[in-house]
């Protein structure tokens, strides 16, 4: 059944990389201060504010940021952590660093979010926080998170890391929690290579934020002439960016607007392209709750096993279709067994891990090539059903 048709290789992803960004960074060389907290670091966190009202420290990446969550919390050793197990290894491994246990639960079928049902029961004396992620830039339902975290007095917290942009009602994602996340990682909607951002909801945090920041000196309080030397006062780390970086993302983060544009046409055509072929069964599309307003971060769909998705891989493969599936839960992958603990059944998470695949989506993804793709999916269609 496998045949080859389509000879032009499509890309799952290829990141955006313009003359935009290159003459932010020949200004940097010009300006003569390339590291950290300078020119573009400071309208990146100017733009940030704008956008969502919150100040932002600008990290290396997500991890890094996530990283700086259980530092800022005083977590300690033994401490849980209520996550999903479906997500990227950093939401866990963050925590992990510094002794916290992973307690991971199930997510939601429909849009495999961490389900807000389950949480509550998953929660113990040694519970100190949850993380939610809202998985392909899909909101979860953060009502009934706040109202479980005031509840039992936890910390709330969000791996936005894929919801640049995306809202909850009218609250952007990330600005929920006491603290959030988001990424630049060039697979994300909005990229520096490596990047990301700590987003700080509850004022509390921001003086020690710097302070983690910056190696836990008190650095960023010197330059602004609060204090007249500088020196080493907390525990800390180097997570903040280089400003070759900061001029990279300030770039994208002023293209922005295009960028999602696009990402949301591509979206929406593969959602109208796929709607029949979840009409007959064959797959299932994303849900976007009404309370969602998404990124297009991701179009992914659901197959009804894992051989039919094996199938479907291997065939746009041959025609040079280049699609990705993810993530192997993080409660069976070895050091999740190693260093957290699951809740009880993680069936949904199993399932979703068999059988989603992800299609190409990227700014410069072109009608041409989105032709091809329906073309060859068609094919697929016809000789497996
Ligand atoms: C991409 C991603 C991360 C990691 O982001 P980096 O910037 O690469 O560190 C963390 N969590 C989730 C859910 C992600 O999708």
Redesign the pocket.
């Known amino acids: 059944m496998l045949e080859t048709i389509n000879e032009k290789n499509i890309l799952f992803n290829k990141p955006l990389c313009s003359t935009r960004e290159l003459d932010n960074i020949k200004d940097v060389f010009n300006r003569g201060k390339i590291s950290g907290d300078g020119y573009y670091t400071k309208l990146c966190n100017e733009w940030f504010l704008n956008k969502i009202n919150r100040k932002i420290l600008l990290t290396t990446?997500?991890?890094?940021a996530?990283e700086m969550m259980p530092i800022l919390l005083n977590l300690k050793e033994g401490d849980e952590v209520i996550m999903p197990s479906y997500?990227?290894v950093?939401?866990a491994n963050a925590f992990v660093l510094r002794g916290v246990v992973p307690v991971f639960v199930d997510i939601r079928p429909d849009t495999l979010n961490i389900d807000e049902n389950i949480v509550e029961a998953a929660i113990t004396p040694k519970t100190r926080a949850i993380i939610v992620?809202h998985y392909g830039g899909v909101s979860c339902e953060m009502n009934k998170f706040r109202e479980i975290a005031k509840k039992h007095n936890l910390y709330l917290l969000e791996?936005a890391?894929?919801a640049f942009s995306s809202k909850y009602y009218n609250e952007d994602l990330g600005t929920i929690g006491d603290l959030g996340t988001y990424?630049?990682?060039e697979?994300?909607n909005v990229v520096s290579g490596?990047?990301?951002c700590l987003i700080i909801n509850n004022e509390k945090f921001h003086e020690r934020a710097e302070i983690i920041r910056e190696k836990g000196t008190n650095r960023a309080k010197f330059f602004r002439g609060q204090v007249d030397k500088y020196t080493w006062v907390d525990i800390g780390s180097s997570y903040l960016p280089s400003d070759i970086i900061a001029a990279f993302l300030y770039s994208q983060l002023s293209f922005s607007d295009f960028i999602q544009k696009r990402r949301m046409e591509i979206w929406n055509k593969y959602n109208a392209f796929f709607e029949i072929y979840e009409k007959k069964g064959y797959i299932r599309r994303p849900f976007i709750p009404s309370f969602c307003t998404h990124n297009a971060h991701m179009y992914y769909i659901l197959f009804n096993s894992l051989e039919v998705r094996t199938k479907f891989i291997e065939y746009l493969k041959k025609n040079k279709i280049n699609t990705c599936f993810h993530y192997i839960p993080l409660h069976s992958a070895p050091a999740g067994i190693k260093y957290g603990k699951t809740f009880g059944s993680l069936n949904v998470t199993d399932k979703v891990s068999d059988t989603l695949v992800r299609m190409p989506l990227f700014y410069e993804l072109s009608d041409d090539d989105l032709n091809i793709i329906f073309n060859i999916v068609e094919n697929f269609f016809e000789r497996e059903f």
């Open positions: 990446s997500c991890t890094s996530l997500t990227f950093s939401t992620v791996d890391a894929q990424s630049f990682h697979t994300k490596e990047g990301g």
